[in-house]
């Protein structure tokens, strides 16, 4: 029996929201055993998202928590001035622990965002994770590929990336997997809308687990299946002149 793969990920509405949405259920829909946990950053459900997992093919739970107003980015702001999905994963967290308890028949939890981009392969790598498997991410820290450093021995001892490569862990939100028992077990582990600027992860990581007890994947860390890809704002200038003749709805 396959190992579930539990995928938190948090969305928020926007004129992209169903074609990023439809770009991972297209890979989702290539991996067995797959519970897709998608969490909508708003006050109600929407029915877009609702309709979209209606439509069919995949298992999930659909839920909702609204990030604060006052955490929340402006028209215009930089993305990095503020941390973005943070109470949506809490809940998808929150959610498993209501719903397993341990031994969880070694699942595995992987928060992926809705930008961007997997590889089936990536649910091949991650599947057998007995506490938290690692492995590369490209374009994102500021290089190609940001990775986790490995010995020759296969133990994991630091992390080559180009922003602040001293972080405890040194990765994306997409470049770890972990253990449905472990996270079971640490009830406390959650993300935390104070933590320093980009260090979301390895503040979470570091309640959980330890550098050497990383299991690392895709080939010691040498292979890329996963871009944090990052879609262009499209351009809506003239889309109120249409709004008279009515649209296409976007359920
Ligand atoms: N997100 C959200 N609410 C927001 C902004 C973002 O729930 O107000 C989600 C978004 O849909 C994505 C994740 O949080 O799944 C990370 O956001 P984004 O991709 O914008 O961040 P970045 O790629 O810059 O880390
Ligand atoms: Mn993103």
Not at 56 to 81: A, C, M, R, Y
Not at 127 to 145: D, E, I, N, Q, Y
Request: proline residues 7%.
């Amino acid at each position: 029996l396959l190992p579930v793969i539990y995928v938190i990920t948090p969305t928020h509405a926007r004129p992209q929201q169903k074609a990023e949405l439809t770009r991972l259920k297209n890979v989702f829909l290539h991996v067995p055993a797959l519970h897709w946990i998608l969490v909508e950053d708003s006050e109600q459900k929407t029915g877009l998202v609702k309709h979209f997992l209606e439509s069919g093919g995949i298992s999930f739970t659909h839920l909702n928590v609204p990030t604060p107003k006052d955490w929340k980015l402006g028209e215009n702001q930089p993305v990095w001035q503020k941390p973005r999905g943070v109470l949506q994963r809490n809940a998808g967290l929150d959610w498993l622990r209501s719903n397993f308890e341990p031994p969880a028949s070694r699942a595995v939890v992987y928060f992926a965002d809705d930008d961007n981009t997997y590889s089936t392969e990536l649910f091949q790598e991650m599947r057998w994770t007995k506490k938290v498997s690692v492995w590369p991410v490209a374009l994102v820290g500021g290089v190609m590929v940001e990775r986790p450093k490995v010995t020759l021995s296969g133990k994991v001892n630091g992390w080559l990336t180009g922003w602040k490569p001293d972080r405890a862990f040194a990765t994306d939100m997409a470049g770890f997997g972990i253990n449905l028992d472990l996270l079971v077990n640490n009830p406390e582990a959650e993300f935390s809308l104070d933590s320093q600027k980009g260090f979301m992860e390895s503040d979470f990581l570091e309640k959980i687990v330890k550098l050497h007890e990383l299991e690392p994947k895709a080939d010691m860390c040498t292979k890329v299946y996963i871009w944090h890809t990052r879609t262009e704002k499209p351009n809506m200038k003239d889309e109120e002149k249409l709004r008279k003749e009515g649209r296409p709805t976007n359920r």
